[in-house]
């Protein structure tokens, strides 16, 4: 007798469904895909016990056999959550929830520590993580990047070792609009712009998926030096708020800053100096500043934090160093999906920059990208789908460099490397204001592919 249908057969769906079941759950897997790679996920967890079907599409028909008995669908980020499957099985009474619901069922008996974000997420996960980790604590990171939060939670389940003192979660949209809750213990509120909205369809919509993980939240960190934030601090009665512009950076005092000499401070005390983190650019003291405020009010010293700062390696796919090819360094923003977070990493840029950039385009203001493109970049190598229309996009803005398309990463890599010869360019930066799935299954593959290219390129070995 089925209850529970999960949708998918990703790393979302199997985490989900697997925990479901070590829960008692009676649960069926459905896919629409087919082929021998799904043949084989399938078949694996059909050995564990768990009931799968593929070839089996998102519409009504597909739940009729289980009209009787279903109560909850399961869905990946992915799936729109306004499918007009999703409204027919709501309007039938069937709760409709992510895999971070389950997750939340299973492990809520552990603090969470909650972040979300338009940019700067995934850099504070790792940083938060590696700081609680480096100064003692057990702080696994899982949610919107490698773990799936379903999936720590079956090997925090099958663990004989010590269970977690933190859980650090990075969070989507997609993730939250789907498990409304997820009451963390802490909440981080990195930065707000408009993303997502071919799925949201406001900017509204958007903001106030965000604000309810923050509102439903023990304690609100939030970033002051983000001016939609900025705009919001009027109307929350609770939270702490950092700035890495001084103390009153809009006129009102916040809680933890960096003062003009280079200190991290509190009201009370000077904590340590901000150059304690390696990472380019002004949006990681940023991060770094809603790093040390949820450490300290989890209980660190100013020692433990510095420490661990200096320490910390970088995050892979977000500015990662990778390394020079004859003089010219390079860097793997792949986790850049859209322009605002391609133009903050091209301030963090010191000298001419090539860029690479490309995939699939989503909505949003280009303005900025292109006033950094014209600011930093001397050229534009362009990819994937997106590359004709980056190109228009460009072509009307005053960027004066040099432009080119290509039909692929290892095309635009050769593509860079030898424009940063020819005009004495000080990097290379894939940033490609823009998702991967035209080309890539996630950031991370085209990160990881282009990592290659670059470790593999003839300059490498000259």
């Known amino acids: 007798m089925v209850n529970t249908v999960v949708v998918g057969l990703g790393r979302s769906g199997i985490g989900a469904a697997r925990l479901l079941r070590t829960a008692g759950t009676n649960v069926m897997v459905i896919d629409s895909g087919k082929g021998e790679a799904l043949e084989r996920k399938a078949a694996d967890l ?81 940083l938060l993580s590696h700081v609680l980790e480096h100064s003692g604590l057990i702080a696994p990171m899982a949610g919107n990047m490698g773990v799936s939060a379903a999936e720590m939670g079956l090997e925090i389940q099958e663990s004989t070792t010590n269970h977690p003192d933190w859980l650090v979660m990075e969070l989507s949209s997609y993730q939250i609009e789907a498990a409304e809750r997820i009451q963390p213990t802490i909440g981080i509120w990195t930065t707000l712009t408009p993303d997502h909205l071919e799925r949201h369809g406001t900017l509204d919509n958007y903001r106030a998926i965000k604000r309810g993980l923050l509102e439903r939240s023990e304690l609100a960190i939030l970033n002051a030096d983000d001016p939609d934030l900025r705009q919001q601090r009027k109307n929350w009665t609770h939270g702490l708020w950092v700035s890495a512009d001084g103390p009153s950076p809009d006129g009102n005092p916040v809680d933890i800053w960096i003062d003009s000499e280079g200190w991290v401070r509190e009201p009370e005390q000077a904590l340590f100096q901000a150059k304690a983190l390696k990472l380019p650019g002004g949006h990681n003291l940023q991060n ?175």
């Not at 998102?58 to 869905?75: D, I, K």
């Not at 006033?371 to 930093?376: D, H, I, N, R």
């Open 288 to 462: 770094m500043l809603l790093v040390t405020a949820a450490a300290r009010r989890i209980g660190l010293t100013a020692t433990q934090i510095e420490a661990a700062l200096q320490a910390f390696k970088g995050v892979p796919h977000r500015l990662e160093p990778l390394g020079r090819l004859q003089g010219i360094a390079v860097f793997n923003d792949s986790k850049a999906t859209n322009y605002d977070a391609a133009e903050v990493g091209l301030r963090a840029m010191q000298g001419p920059t090539v860029v690479l950039a490309g995939g699939s385009i989503k909505l949003g203001d280009a303005s900025g990208w292109l006033e950094q493109l014209t600011q930093q970049a001397c050229a534009v190598v362009l990819f994937g789908d997106g590359a004709t229309e980056l190109q228009r996009i460009i072509q009307t803005s005053s960027y004066p460099g040099a432009v080119v398309c290509c039909s692929d990463m290892a095309e635009a890599v050769d593509a860079a490397v030898d424009l940063a010869q020819q005009k004495s360019a000080s990097n290379i930066l894939l940033s490609p204001a823009c998702a991967s799935y035209d080309q890539y299954t996630d950031f991370e593959a085209r990160g990881d592919h282009f990592r290659r290219l670059i470790a593999t390129h003839p300059l490498n070995k000259s």
């Open 46 to 126: 059909k050995n564990q016990g768990i009931a799968v079907q593929i070839k089996t599409p998102l519409l009504p028909e597909s739940f009729q056999a289980w009209q009787n008995t279903l109560q909850r669908v399961v869905v990946s980020p992915g799936i729109a959550w306004d499918h007009p499957t999703l409204q027919d099985l709501r309007r039938h009474g069937v709760a409709i929830e992510g895999e971070m619901a389950v997750a939340w069922d299973a492990l809520q008996h552990i603090p969470w520590i909650g972040i979300t974000g338009t940019n700067g997420k995934t850099t504070v996960t790792h």
